[in-house]
């Protein structure tokens, strides 16, 4: 609705998009904005890549038998898809493009702290995605993304170390993203922006910054220690090499696990400005809702080994484990209720980035639930490695995160374009995914606990799954419309779309007092912040009557 | 309806009942919370939608509401904490005087071998009514025994055994999954469980050419030439293995270790890791030079010399004690 009253800005004004032009002036800049959107065409190409692979999947498991591809083939697939999706898509998603253009500009800075690291990283980002392209392309790898030794030391040919590589190089990209986050945060914030008034989205990102920093280099020794088995045939992880396979699982465990809090807290923070935009109201308990973050960040690390309960781990330590995992759960929850509690007494609109957020809600709380169930050791048993397991990761990974990205592009596209998206399509996008998803990977939490193992290839001995299976295939193309759909009128808009004005949602938050698209550096004179974050009842007092309602 | 659309698998085992329990109880509790969140968003979306003139009231937050949604959620999810454990627990003990049987997977096959000496390939005969446990091991990557029916899985390894054990409760035959991903023909690596009423079961046994896995286990001794240093009294230069399994060994390095599966496997592949006390290490390895099969078979043999010789039937380890009787206890669970 915003947007008919949407006040058209004259074109000429100078921005960051129209400062320079050419090649060179992408390839070179330092200005975060510009970075932001390098990752966001890079990250885009790899969601579409690993979204193919994830469409020949549900293809594949539409029969019983193995009919489209070979086997070899489809454990290539399922292995890049969750590499690619990963560590190429998911894990830069909200931080590397929504974080990189809008850190600076919340906490009213011109740039990151350090610009070049910033370019740098995204240089990183690319070489590792083209030695993960080249990998693709000549053979692939066909361990699962969790690379479980001794098979991925000893027993597979395939292009292991390749693709090792391809994830170091890339690692080193999020670390240097979160350094860069830490950084600004704590050095670079406008006078008067005091932590206790930092938008939640910069809570969610420092809170991220802190895993990328600490769990990372994990996962880069780990993938050292994996190519120097197999390539050296130093006894690590295989046994016959007097190795032990278990302290792999716990290596990459202990960055994977904290990994999807990387994924889904920034997601989190996405969803928290929305819902305080578009209720009008101020958040829900600031506090607890900002050291969730914090403590999501510190308790994910506690948790790795709720991965690994029938792996060959004592009984012992699966209790403290599984008691933990109740500890991560709990802060989940609390910002669930604080989120629905904002709503209370709120002025709502409907407009997509809300209709991405109530989906977000939903389907992080159903992700959310079922983690209940996995971290239960008794129910955790017989539905680990199962579709269940699969269910619930996507409805964490995909239903939340991608959910919140999405809402975070509709949301800040008039700032980063400068253009206004067609609502009408977007709201009906977002009924797409929402309805798409549900069909494609609820059925798979019934067949997990149906017993149906995670990557079978071939269900020819279990028959009776089909009707299932067919259900999540007839979803997955439903999804697949779903996330066509924005890239199509994104880039329509950028064209053909309205231009916006600096604040067409008549949000709270620094990156709203600037021109859309902004300047270079952001602010024409740099910001002085004297009001709290989400100061809505300002934003919508009349005029004349702010006197009366401040008494 | 119900039937050809069931939302979980048959339940076969006393465990299926356990796990099922929890399950639902699981299902309400996380269904009423879901309920409850989803209807309170679409109500306050419905409710409070924006409507001209009408401004959003600015709540700053509650501290009290904050601790009330902080402390019943705790409590409901540490119920569910314990009960989970509990379920685990008693089904990771496998009961004293189990029936044992060795399993080795390897790509991509499950191998089986009763103690009386049947063996099979992608098959498991086991009688109703009865504790089973299963010892089991891996010759190359990691696999996973999953019997979706029963309720339980557990990860098999290279270089060690891993155990689970189950008590079937109904005639039939049910799946079984490798569940852990293990390369080309993953999905491939399934078989059966054919769970026998006794007599029938007793006639399956019985017909079997090879004699029981410790008499095997017997000869296999003997012609590796363990019997030289090993020697049923204490004039061995190795130590006697007579009732030696399940008991506490003392170690030369000071420390003391339960003489298990896992640590008799290891004496013969790395016997100078963890040596016994007074020994000198004189033995071999005999890595590369037992198979797996080999290896069970020395176990069974090493577990069936008890002190009272009393065959191939042996006691593990102290466990919890599980009720003779074969009923199960329906979805009560402690």
């Given at each position: 609705?915003?947007?008919?009253?949407?006040?058209?800005?004259?074109?000429?004004?100078?921005?960051?998009?129209?400062?320079?032009?050419?090649?060179?002036?992408?390839?070179?800049?330092?200005?975060?904005?510009?970075?932001?959107?390098?990752?966001?065409?890079?990250?885009?190409?790899?969601?579409?890549?690993?979204?193919?692979?994830?469409?020949?999947?549900?293809?594949?498991?539409?029969?019983?038998?193995?009919?489209?591809?070979?086997?070899?083939?489809?454990?290539?697939?399922?292995?890049?898809?969750?590499?690619?999706?990963?560590?190429?898509?998911?894990?830069?998603?909200?931080?590397?493009?929504?974080?990189?253009?809008?850190?600076?500009?919340?906490?009213?800075?011109?740039?990151?702290?350090?610009?070049?690291?910033?370019?740098?990283?995204?240089?990183?980002?690319?070489?590792?995605?083209?030695?993960?392209?080249?990998?693709?392309?000549?053979?692939?790898?066909?361990?699962?993304?969790?690379?479980?030794?001794?098979?991925?030391?000893?027993?597979?040919?395939?292009?292991?170390?390749?693709?090792?590589?391809?994830?170091?190089?890339?690692?080193?990209?999020?670390?240097?993203?979160?350094?860069?986050?830490?950084?600004?945060?704590?050095?670079?914030?406008?006078?008067?922006?005091?932590?206790?008034?930092?938008?939640?989205?910069?809570?969610?990102?420092?809170?991220?910054?802190?895993?990328?920093?600490?769990?990372?280099?994990?996962?880069?020794?780990?993938?050292?220690?994996?190519?120097?088995?197999?390539?050296?045939?130093?006894?690590?992880?295989?046994?016959?090499?007097?190795?032990?396979p278990l302290?792999?699982q716990h290596?990459?465990?202990?960055?994977?696990?904290?990994?999807?809090?990387?994924?889904?807290?920034?997601?989190?923070?996405?969803?928290?400005?929305?819902?305080?935009?578009?209720?009008?109201?101020?958040?829900?308990?600031?506090?607890?809702?900002?050291?969730?973050?914090?403590?999501?960040?510190?308790?994910?690390?506690?948790v790795?080994a709720h991965h690994m309960f029938v792996a060959g781990i004592s009984v012992y330590s699966a209790l403290v484990f599984s008691f933990l995992s109740y500890?991560?759960?709990?802060?989940?929850?609390?910002?669930?209720?604080?989120?629905?509690?904002?709503?209370?007494?709120?002025?709502?609109?409907?407009?997509?980035?809300?209709?991405?957020?109530?989906?977000?809600?939903?389907?992080?709380?159903?992700?959310?639930?079922?983690?209940?169930f996995l971290a239960a050791l008794g129910i955790d048993v017989h539905v680990t490695d199962t579709?269940?397991v699969?269910?619930?990761?996507?409805?964490?990974?995909?239903?939340?995160?991608?959910?919140?990205?999405?809402?975070?592009?509709?949301?800040?596209?008039?700032?980063?374009?400068?253009?206004?998206?067609?609502?009408?399509?977007?709201?009906?996008?977002?009924?797409?995914?929402?309805?798409?998803?549900?069909?494609?990977?609820?059925?798979?939490?019934?067949?997990?606990?149906?017993g149906?193992?995670?990557?079978?290839?071939?269900?020819?001995?279990?028959?009776?799954?089909?009707?299932?299976?067919?259900?999540?295939?007839?979803?997955?193309?439903?999804?697949?419309?779903?996330?066509?759909?924005?890239?199509?009128?994104?880039?329509?808009?950028?064209?053909?779309?309205?231009?916006?004005?600096?604040?067409?949602?008549?949000?709270?938050?620094?990156?709203?007092?600037?021109?859309?698209?902004?300047?270079?550096?952001?602010?024409?004179?740099?910001?002085?912040?004297?009001?709290?974050?989400?100061?809505?009842?300002?934003?919508?007092?009349?005029?004349?009557?702010?006197?009366?309602?401040?008494? | 309806?119900?039937?050809?659309?069931?939302?979980?698998?048959?339940q076969a085992s006393t465990l299926a009942h356990r796990v099922d329990a929890l399950y639902?109880?699981?299902?309400?509790?996380?269904?009423?919370?879901?309920?409850?969140?989803?209807?309170?968003?679409?109500?306050?979306?419905?409710?409070?939608?924006?409507?001209?003139?009408?401004?959003?009231?600015?709540?700053?937050?509650?501290?009290?509401?904050?601790?009330?949604?902080?402390?019943?959620?705790?409590?409901?999810?540490?119920?569910i904490f314990v009960w989970g454990a509990v379920v685990y627990f008693r089904e990771r003990t496998p009961p004293a005087d189990s029936t044992e049987v060795y399993v080795?997977a390897?790509?991509?096959?499950?191998?089986?071998?009763?103690?009386?000496?049947?063996?099979?390939?992608?098959?498991l005969?086991v009688?109703?009514?009865r504790d089973v446990k299963l010892i089991m091991t891996s010759?190359?990557?990691i696999h996973s025994f999953y019997i979706p029916a029963f309720r339980i899985k557990q990860d098999v390894l290279?270089?060690r055994y891993t155990v689970e054990w189950f008590h079937a409760t109904?005639?039939?035959?049910?799946?079984l999954f490798?569940a852990e991903?293990?390369?080309?023909?993953?999905?491939?690596?399934?078989?059966?469980i054919?769970?026998?009423?006794?007599?029938?079961?007793?006639?399956?046994?019985?017909?079997?050419?090879?004699?029981?896995?410790?008499?095997?286990?017997?000869?296999?001794?003997?012609?590796?030439?363990?019997?030289?240093?090993?020697?049923?009294?204490?004039?061995?230069?190795?130590?006697?293995?007579?009732?030696?399994?399940g008991?506490?060994?003392?170690?030369?390095?000071?420390?003391?270790?339960t003489?298990d599966e896992n640590y008799?496997r290891?004496?013969?592949?790395?016997?100078?890791?963890?040596?016994?006390?007074?020994?000198?290490?004189?033995?071999?390895?005999?890595?590369?030079?037992?198979?797996?099969?080999?290896?069970?078979?020395?176990?069974?043999?090493?577990?069936?010399?008890?002190?009272?010789?009393?065959?191939?039937?042996?006691t593990t380890r102290a466990a919890s004690q599980l009720s003779?009787?074969?009923?199960p206890s329906?979805?009560?669970v402690q």
């Open positions: 609705m915003s947007m008919e009253i949407a006040i058209p800005q004259p074109v000429e004004r100078e921005n960051y998009l129209n400062k320079e032009y050419g090649a060179l002036s992408w390839l070179l800049t330092t200005d975060h904005k510009r970075i932001a959107l390098l990752y966001l065409v890079s990250i885009t190409f790899f969601f579409f890549i690993g979204g193919f692979f994830a469409l020949l999947i549900r293809l594949e498991l539409l029969t019983p038998a193995g009919d489209l591809v070979q086997a070899d083939t489809y454990n290539k697939l399922f292995t890049m898809h969750g590499m690619v999706m990963v560590f190429f898509f998911l894990i830069p998603s909200i931080p590397a493009v929504l974080g990189n253009f809008l850190v600076p500009m919340m906490i009213g800075a011109k740039d990151l702290a350090f610009p070049r690291i910033n370019l740098l990283s995204w240089y990183l980002y690319i070489i590792g995605g083209a030695l993960m392209l080249h990998c693709m392309l000549t053979g692939g790898v066909d361990t699962g993304w969790t690379f479980y030794t001794p098979f991925s030391t000893n027993f597979t040919n395939t292009k292991i170390v390749e693709a090792g590589i391809a994830i170091f190089i890339a690692g080193f990209s999020s670390i240097l993203t979160g350094l860069n986050f830490v950084v600004t945060i704590h050095r670079m914030r406008a006078p008067g922006m005091t932590w206790s008034r930092l938008p939640l989205f910069i809570w969610a990102h420092y809170a991220t910054s802190i895993i990328q920093l600490l769990g990372t280099p994990v996962i880069a020794i780990t993938i050292v220690l994996v190519a120097a088995e197999r390539a050296l045939h130093l006894g690590i992880f295989d046994p016959k090499l007097g190795g032990d302290l792999f290596l990459f465990w202990f960055y994977s696990h904290p990994a999807v809090y990387i994924m889904i807290l920034p997601s989190m923070g996405v969803v928290t400005e929305i819902i305080a935009c578009f209720s009008r109201k101020r958040i829900f308990g600031y506090s607890f809702v900002a050291f969730s973050s914090i403590a999501i960040a510190v308790f994910g690390f506690l790795w500890s991560v759960a709990l802060p989940s929850a609390i910002k669930v209720f604080n989120w629905t509690a904002t709503l209370y007494k709120g002025s709502i609109r409907y407009d997509a980035p809300m209709l991405y957020a109530f989906g977000f809600l939903g389907l992080f709380t159903i992700g959310g639930l079922t983690g209940l579709y269940f699969v269910a619930h990761f996507h409805y964490i990974m995909v239903g939340g995160a991608v959910m919140g990205y999405l809402g975070g592009m509709h949301f800040w596209w008039p700032k980063i374009s400068g253009r206004l998206y067609p609502e009408g399509w977007a709201r009906l996008a977002a009924l797409i995914v929402f309805i798409g998803f549900n069909l494609t990977f609820f059925p798979q939490f019934i067949l997990g606990y149906m149906m193992p995670r990557r079978y290839y071939d269900y020819s001995h279990m028959p009776e799954f089909q009707v299932l299976h067919v259900l999540s295939t007839a979803g997955s193309t439903v999804l697949g419309v779903g996330y066509l759909l924005p890239m199509v009128y994104f880039l329509w808009s950028m064209r053909y779309g309205k231009p916006a004005s600096d604040n067409p949602w008549n949000a709270a938050g620094l990156e709203w007092k600037t021109a859309s698209p902004p300047p270079t550096f952001n602010f024409d004179e740099e910001p002085v912040v004297t009001w709290e974050a989400y100061n809505y009842e300002e934003l919508d007092a009349p005029p004349h009557k702010q006197e009366v309602t401040v008494g | 309806m119900l039937n050809n659309f069931p939302l979980w698998p048959e639902i109880f699981l299902l309400v509790i996380t269904g009423t919370m879901a309920l409850l969140v989803c209807t309170l968003v679409i109500f306050f979306a419905a409710r409070f939608r924006h409507r001209p003139g009408v401004r959003a009231e600015q709540i700053e937050g509650s501290d009290a509401l904050e601790i009330t949604w902080s402390v019943i959620p705790l409590f409901i999810f540490m119920a080795v390897k790509q991509w096959m499950w191998k089986v071998e009763h103690a009386e000496g049947q063996r099979e390939i992608n098959e005969h009688p109703v009514g010759q190359d990557v290279p270089g109904k005639p039939g035959v049910y799946h490798c991903y293990c390369g080309t023909q993953h999905s491939g690596m399934v078989g059966s054919v769970v026998m009423e006794p007599a029938q079961y007793e006639a399956w046994v019985s017909g079997n050419p090879s004699g029981p896995l410790s008499v095997s286990g017997e000869k296999t001794f003997a012609e590796l030439g363990c019997s030289t240093c090993h020697r049923p009294d204490m004039q061995g230069r190795g130590p006697n293995l007579q009732g030696v399994y008991k506490s060994v003392q170690l030369e390095d000071g420390r003391t270790v003489a008799l290891e004496c013969i592949l790395d016997p100078g890791s963890r040596r016994v006390k007074g020994y000198q290490p004189i033995m071999p390895t005999f890595q590369g030079l037992v198979t797996d099969e080999q290896i069970n078979e020395l176990v069974a043999y090493i577990k069936s010399l008890g002190d009272n010789q009393s065959g191939a039937k042996t003779g009787n074969a009923q329906g979805n009560q």
